[in-house]
């Protein structure tokens, strides 16, 4: 399976980062000294500094921390807070409890979202206005929400793209917006790892516009993970409209998970009532390939797709 050539990306995001801020940002050396949050050390205001130090990026030019003496006593309370972020905990996604606690400490999503992109990288990205604007991300009823939301996309390109972090999908999505030599670079670079038929800028600017289109490209390919992330967004995208549709007002059982919720709320429905078996197979396929540590093989990815475009196709009866 084709993935980029990790040297050739870093030189392009050097380029870029020269370009955007006049010199090198140097985003390795703050991850490097907020590494140590992921064994279990609290977070501190000197974490923040770091963040904040000009030597690293213009941090100043667009954000501010809350002042020590509002915060400091809470940044106790974030002892093994980062440790595995995408674990079990009380039965959800360990991920939620860790951006509500930031939330109740900082009160602004964006700052959350530095710093979980500087502790873990590999599955975080930075909350901002222009890359929500470019990919249309739907806002969510609250800010634990739309992040997820946020992140669900950001996670996609990552994978669609076989990059390693979901950080580095930032300046990506930043770059699709460009019109320099710096962002072709980064885009025709990034349409070595696509199937021929998509095109790089296309895919960032549409990317609800046919999901399954891309599923069915990459089942071609037999990149069965990406397939079926592509899978799981048309069956989201799908299940959300539904509810919207035809569940008003709306409430939520937040016992459940959020997607299964919804679908149990429209099996109560004549359309549905008769498919619940299947919305929820295909429900549960979702959960597994979301997951970035379990595997997907062909014959899930191949169910996955067909469920969902039969759906699709389903639903328009309705």
Known sequence: MKTIDIREYQEL????????????????????????LREGRALTYGHLEIITDERYW??????????????????????????NPLSEYKGKVKETAIICKLLEI????????????????????????????????????SDLEEYMNYLRIMRLLRQTFKLERTADVDMIVWAAAKEDCASKGFLNLLSKVLPAEIIPLELIKNIYENPIRISSAFLARKDYKTSAFWSSLAFELLINQ??????????????KGELEDMIDQLCEKQEYK?????????????????????????????????????????????
């Open 58 to 83: 213009p941090f100043a030019k667009y954000w501010m921390w809350p002042a020590r003496n509002q915060i400091e006593d809470k940044l106790k309370e974030t002892t093994d807070l980062f440790v």
């Open 106 to 141: 900082f009160k602004n999503l964006s700052l959350v979202s530095i710093v979980l992109r500087f502790v873990w990288p590999e599955y975080y990205a930075i909350y901002s206005r222009p890359n929500l604007w470019i990919l249309r991300v739907e806002r969510g009823a």
């Open 13 to 36: 995001f050097r380029k870029l980062t020269r370009q955007r801020y006049g010199r090198d940002a140097d985003f390795a050396s703050i991850e490097r000294q907020m590494a140590e």
């Open 274 to 318: 008769m498919i619940k078996g299947v919305l929820h197979r295909l429900r549960r396929l979702r959960n597994k390939d979301v997951h970035p540590d379990k595997g997907f093989n062909g014959n899930e990815a191949r169910e996955l797709f067909e469920g969902v475009k039969n759906l699709n196709e389903k639903v328009k009866l309705f």
């Open 242 to 255: 539904e509810y919207l549709r035809l569940i008003f007002p709306r409430w939520r059982n937040w016992k």
